[in-house]
Nanobody, 120 residues
């Protein structure tokens, strides 16, 4: 199982970006997919998550600016980021909780990270 992120990059303050994360491999079900971020010198923090039931959760600092969504047919989650600020600069990591195997155990996976840089 792999999580592959794409769509990070450089943008000017106020601009948009839309990174995506695709889960591939053999699994039964996606229970949750999420985006975390880690800025230099700071701890990794949850940005937004999306459960299989369709519930979403956002860190306060991105509410009304970021939207997490999924394409179940593609096993992909997106993070639509708008009105980006320099303080959003970080490496953004995809995270997933997947159900695998004969007995349906859950496992956690991380993507490799994608850099988002917002210039002022």
């Amino acid at each position: 199982v792999r999580l592959v992120e794409s769509g990070g990059g450089w943008v000017q303050s106020g601009g948009p970006l839309r990174p995506s994360c695709a889960a591939s491999g053999s699994f039964i079900q996606i229970n949750l997919m999420a985006w975390y971020r880690q800025a230099p010198g700071k701890q990794r923090e949850l940005v937004a998550d999306f459960t299989s039931g369709g519930n979403t959760n956002y860190v306060e600092s991105v509410k009304a600016r970021f939207t997490i969504s999924s394409d179940n047919a593609k096993n992909t989650v997106y993070l639509q980021m708008s009105s980006l600020k320099p303080e959003d600069t970080a490496v953004y990591y995809c995270y997933a909780v997947l159900v695998l195997g004969t007995f349906g155990h859950t496992y956690q996976y991380w993507g490799q990270g994608t850099q988002v840089t917002v210039s002022s």
